[in-house]
Nanobody, 118 residues
Framework: QVQLVESGGGLVQAGGSLRLSCAAS????????MGWFRQAPGKQRELVARITSGGNTNYADSVKGRFTISRDNAKNTVYLQMNSLKPEDTALYYC????????????WGRGTQVSVSS
């Protein structure tokens, strides 16, 4: 079982920036992909960005060009740099990890709140 701890959320004005971090620990198995998901009130959880152990990335269309995901494999840490934030980015952001041994299954952090004021 992997433990994921997020940090870096907060309240920011529209146009501002935040950087989220997520540290993974406790797993005997290698991590394949790590990602960030978000869930706004009344909406389904959605993928924001994902990065594989090899560095391949994919993003939701709504954040392309504004958000950047990166990863430090040695530290089992993933980051999400969020620039040009919009009020519609307001959500609870979850870190997730997909293990090599259980491809397709995501393990979740508890989430960190991002709120963007207009």
């Amino acid at each position: 079982q992997v433990q994921l701890v997020e940090s870096g959320g907060g309240l920011v004005q529209a146009g501002g920036s935040l950087r989220l971090s997520c540290a993974a620990s406790g797993s005997r198995f290698s991590i394949n992909a790590m990602g960030w998901f978000r869930q706004a009130p009344g909406k389904q959880r959605e993928l924001v960005a994902r990065i594989t152990s090899g560095g391949n990335t994919n993003y939701a269309d709504s954040v392309k060009g504004r958000f950047t995901i990166s990863r430090d494999n040695a530290k089992n840490t993933v980051y999400l740099q969020m620039n040009s934030l919009k009020p519609e980015d307001t959500a609870l952001y979850y870190c997730a990890a997909e293990m090599v041994a259980t491809i397709g299954r995501w393990y979740w952090g508890r989430g960190t709140q991002v709120s963007v004021s207009s």
